[in-house]
C-alpha cells in the first residue's frame, strides 16, 4: 500500500515505518520505498526494513523504473510499502498519480488533534477528489483518547475504512531539522522509538489483520518499460576507474541506486568519512555528495590534510563532483546561523563564519528559509555530438556567492538549460571540479553520469536564456 496524508508533517514516514517494523518483526520480508525526491525519510524505513529503501517517482526516475523496481522488490518479499510525498495529491507528478499508475491502495494518514467530525469530511474528500484513486483506508494520528478516537471512526461515511487511531504521544514522533527528519543513525533509540509505535499499531485493525486480507497488487511488465534495472544493460565506460566517496554524518546524501549505477558502470567504490579522519582513497576522481556541511563546519574546517589531499588530486587533472552539501565544503568559507537548526553546537545563536576547503572561490551562507526546491534536469557530455540528461531536484536552505561564472544552469521539467537562465541552479566548472546544488539520479542517465567522473572535459548545453 501507499501511506499519503493531507499535507507534510502528518505522521507518513512514522506509520510507513512502524507498519514495515511490525510486519518485518513477525518474520515477513518487507521492502519499503518513498515516492519523490528524498534522502532522509528513508533512512528510516531502511531501519524498519533491513533494506535498501529506492525512490519511485513518475518523472525523476521514471514508470519503467518505477514499475521494475516494484515488481523485483515484489519477487523477493512478503509486503511493499510506499511513503508518499507531502500531500496526497500534491506535486506533479504526485502521489496520487504513482498510486493511480501501479494501483497501489493508498493508507491515508490524518493528524486528527483538535479534529472530530471534521475528519470525516477530510477522508472523504481524499477518497473521492480524484475519480479511479485505489483506497485502503483511514488512519487517525496524534488522537488524544479512546473517546476521541471514537468521535473520528463515527465521522466516516464507511466505518470500515476505520483503520485504527495512533495516541499522541511525543515518544512516537521523529525529531526534525531544517531539512527535514533528523538521521536514524543519529539517534540511540532510533529502533526503540519505531518498535514503541509498532506495538500500538499492533493492536489497531491495521496491526491485526491478517496478511492475505491486506490490498494485492500485480506489478505486470509493460512493453518498452525498458531494462530492469536490477540487470541494467550498462556500457562499463567507468571500468578500471576507483571513485572515492564521501561517506558520513556531513556527507550522507546518497541515493541506494547511484552507488548501483557506479558500479555497473564499472567502478570500484572506495568510501571514506572526513570526519573520522580518514584520508583520501587512491582514486582516479572523488564524489562528494550531499548532507549536513553546516552541522559539522568546525569539525570539517579542521580537516587540513582532506583538503591538502583534495588540493593535490585536482591539480593532477582528477575530477571531483560534488553535490550540494559536498559543494558548499569546497567554497574558502561557510557562514552558519549560529542555531540548533543549523550548527552542532549553539554559540549563543550568533552566526559564524568556517574556513572551508578553498578548492572553489567565494563563500556559502546558510539562509533562514528555503533557498531551492524542485525537480531539474542537467545536459552534459564529452563531446558535443553525444549530450545525455541526467534527471534529479534541488533542495537546499543556503545561498553561494562567488566570483566564478557558472558554466550552465539546470533547468526545470520542460524548460530548455541555459547560460545564465533563472529556472534552475548554477553549474560550476572549476578546472576538473565540476559542483552544483543539483541532487543527480544516475539511473536517469548512466552516460552523463560517467561524464561527471570523467577526466575528460564535459560539454554543456548553451541555448537562449529562458524564464
Same mark, same amino acid.
Given at each position: 500500500?501507499?501511506?499519503?496524508?493531507?499535507?507534510?508533517?502528518?505522521?507518513?514516514?512514522?506509520?510507513?515505518?512502524?507498519?514495515?517494523?511490525?510486519?518485518?518483526?513477525?518474520?515477513?520480508?518487507?521492502?519499503?520505498?518513498?515516492?519523490?525526491?528524498?534522502?532522509?525519510?528513508?533512512?528510516?524505513?531502511?531501519?524498519?526494513?533491513?533494506?535498501?529503501?529506492?525512490?519511485?517517482?513518475?518523472?525523476?526516475?521514471?514508470?519503467?523504473?518505477?514499475?521494475?523496481?516494484?515488481?523485483?522488490?515484489?519477487?523477493?518479499?512478503?509486503?511493499?510499502?510506499?511513503?508518499?510525498?507531502?500531500?496526497?495529491?500534491?506535486?506533479?507528478?504526485?502521489? %496520487? #498519480?504513482? *498510486? &493511480?499508475?501501479?494501483? +497501489?491502495?493508498?493508507?491515508?494518514?490524518?493528524? @486528527?488533534?483538535?479534529? !472530530?467530525?471534521? =475528519?470525516?469530511?477530510?477522508?472523504?474528500?481524499?477518497?473521492?477528489?480524484?475519480?479511479?484513486?485505489?483506497?485502503?483506508?483511514?488512519?487517525?494520528?496524534?488522537?488524544?483518547?479512546?473517546?476521541?478516537?471514537?468521535?473520528?471512526?463515527?465521522?466516516?461515511?464507511?466505518?470500515?475504512?476505520?483503520?485504527?487511531?495512533?495516541?499522541?504521544?511525543?515518544?512516537?514522533?521523529?525529531?526534525?531539522?531544517?531539512?527535514?527528519?533528523?538521521?536514524?543513525?543519529?539517534?540511540?533509540?532510533?529502533?526503540?522509538?519505531?518498535?514503541?509505535?509498532?506495538?500500538?499499531?499492533?493492536?489497531?485493525?491495521?496491526?491485526?489483520?491478517?496478511?492475505?486480507?491486506?490490498?494485492?497488487?500485480?506489478?505486470?511488465?509493460?512493453?518498452?518499460?525498458?531494462?530492469?534495472? %536490477? #540487470?541494467? *544493460? &550498462?556500457?562499463?565506460? +567507468?571500468?578500471?576507474?576507483?571513485?572515492?566517496? @564521501?561517506?558520513?554524518? !556531513?556527507?550522507? =546524501?546518497?541515493?541506494?541506486?547511484?552507488?548501483?549505477?557506479?558500479?555497473?558502470?564499472?567502478?570500484?567504490?572506495?568510501?571514506?568519512?572526513?570526519?573520522?579522519?580518514?584520508?583520501?582513497?587512491?582514486?582516479?576522481?572523488?564524489?562528494?555528495?550531499?548532507?549536513?556541511?553546516?552541522?559539522?563546519?568546525?569539525?570539517?574546517?579542521?580537516?587540513?590534510?582532506?583538503?591538502?589531499?583534495?588540493?593535490?588530486?585536482?591539480?593532477?587533472?582528477?575530477?571531483?563532483?560534488?553535490?550540494?552539501?559536498?559543494?558548499?565544503?569546497?567554497?574558502?568559507?561557510?557562514?552558519?546561523?549560529?542555531?540548533?537548526?543549523?550548527?552542532?553546537?549553539?554559540?549563543?545563536?550568533?552566526?559564524?563564519?568556517?574556513?572551508?576547503?578553498?578548492?572553489?572561490?567565494?563563500?556559502?551562507?546558510?539562509?533562514?528559509?528555503?533557498?531551492?526546491?524542485?525537480?531539474?534536469?542537467?545536459?552534459?557530455?564529452?563531446?558535443?555530438?553525444?549530450?545525455?540528461?541526467?534527471?534529479?531536484?534541488?533542495?537546499?536552505?543556503?545561498?553561494?556567492?562567488?566570483?566564478?561564472?557558472?558554466?550552465?544552469?539546470?533547468?526545470?521539467?520542460?524548460?530548455?538549460?541555459?547560460?545564465?537562465?533563472?529556472?534552475?541552479?548554477?553549474?560550476?566548472?572549476?578546472?576538473?571540479?565540476?559542483?552544483?546544488?543539483?541532487?543527480?539520479?544516475?539511473?536517469?542517465?548512466?552516460?552523463?553520469?560517467?561524464?561527471?567522473?570523467?577526466?575528460?572535459?564535459?560539454?554543456?548545453?548553451?541555448?537562449?536564456?529562458?524564464?
Amino acid at each position: 500500500m501507499l501511506v499519503a496524508a493531507p499535507a507534510s508533517g502528518q505522521g507518513k514516514t512514522t506509520v510507513a515505518a512502524a507498519l514495515a517494523r511490525l510486519h518485518a518483526r513477525q518474520g515477513r520480508r518487507v521492502r519499503a520505498f518513498k515516492c519523490g525526491p528524498d534522502f532522509l525519510d528513508p533512512h528510516w524505513l531502511a531501519l524498519a526494513t533491513g533494506a535498501p529503501v529506492h525512490s519511485l517517482d513518475l518523472w525523476m526516475t521514471g514508470e519503467a523504473d518505477c514499475r521494475a523496481r516494484l515488481r523485483a522488490a515484489a519477487r523477493e518479499c512478503d509486503l511493499v510499502i510506499v511513503e508518499g510525498v507531502m500531500g496526497l495529491f500534491d506535486g506533479t507528478p504526485s502521489a %496520487a #498519480d504513482l *498510486a &493511480v499508475r501501479f494501483g +497501489l491502495p493508498v493508507l491515508a494518514v490524518i493528524d @486528527a488533534h483538535a479534529m !472530530a467530525g471534521t =475528519f470525516g469530511a477530510l477522508a472523504y474528500g481524499l477518497q473521492n477528489f480524484r475519480p479511479g484513486l485505489p483506497w485502503a483506508g483511514v488512519l487517525a494520528n496524534r488522537v488524544a483518547s479512546e473517546r476521541h478516537a471514537g468521535m473520528l471512526k463515527d465521522a466516516l461515511r464507511e466505518p470500515a475504512q476505520w483503520l485504527g487511531a495512533l495516541p499522541r504521544d511525543a515518544g512516537f514522533t521523529l525529531p526534525e531539522r531544517h531539512l527535514g527528519l533528523v538521521l536514524a543513525t543519529e539517534l540511540d533509540d532510533a529502533m526503540a522509538r519505531l518498535d514503541a509505535v509498532a506495538d500500538v499499531l499492533a493492536t489497531t485493525p491495521l496491526g491485526l489483520m491478517p496478511v492475505a486480507q491486506l490490498p494485492q497488487v500485480s506489478f505486470e511488465p509493460v512493453a518498452g518499460d525498458g531494462i530492469d534495472p %536490477a #540487470d541494467p *544493460a &550498462v556500457p562499463p565506460l +567507468l571500468a578500471g576507474r576507483t571513485i572515492a566517496i @564521501a561517506r558520513d554524518a !556531513a556527507f550522507s =546524501f546518497i541515493y541506494p541506486a547511484n552507488l548501483d549505477v557506479l558500479t555497473a558502470l564499472g567502478a570500484r567504490l572506495s568510501f571514506f568519512s572526513p570526519l573520522a579522519g580518514d584520508a583520501l582513497p587512491a582514486c582516479d576522481a572523488v564524489w562528494l555528495p550531499g548532507g549536513y556541511p553546516e552541522l559539522h563546519a568546525e569539525a570539517l574546517s579542521a580537516c587540513t590534510p582532506m583538503r591538502d589531499a583534495l588540493v593535490a588530486h585536482v591539480a593532477a587533472g582528477k575530477p571531483v563532483w560534488a553535490e550540494c552539501g559536498g559543494m558548499m565544503a569546497l567554497f574558502d568559507e561557510l557562514a552558519t546561523q549560529g542555531n540548533a537548526q543549523d550548527s552542532a553546537q549553539d554559540h549563543g545563536h550568533v552566526p559564524r563564519t568556517h574556513r572551508m576547503w578553498g578548492l572553489l572561490p567565494g563563500k556559502v551562507s546558510m539562509q533562514k528559509r528555503l533557498a531551492g526546491l524542485g525537480p531539474q534536469q542537467l545536459t552534459l557530455g564529452t563531446h558535443r555530438s553525444h549530450m545525455h540528461t541526467l534527471r534529479g531536484h534541488t533542495f537546499h536552505y543556503s545561498l553561494a556567492d562567488t566570483p566564478l561564472p557558472p558554466a550552465a544552469h539546470t533547468a526545470r521539467p520542460g524548460l530548455t538549460q541555459a547560460v545564465g537562465a533563472r529556472s534552475g541552479e548554477a553549474l560550476y566548472v572549476h578546472g576538473p571540479v565540476r559542483a552544483s546544488y543539483f541532487h543527480a539520479w544516475f539511473a536517469s542517465s548512466p552516460q552523463a553520469t560517467a561524464c561527471l567522473f570523467s577526466a575528460m572535459p564535459i560539454e554543456l548545453e548553451r541555448h537562449a536564456t529562458v524564464d
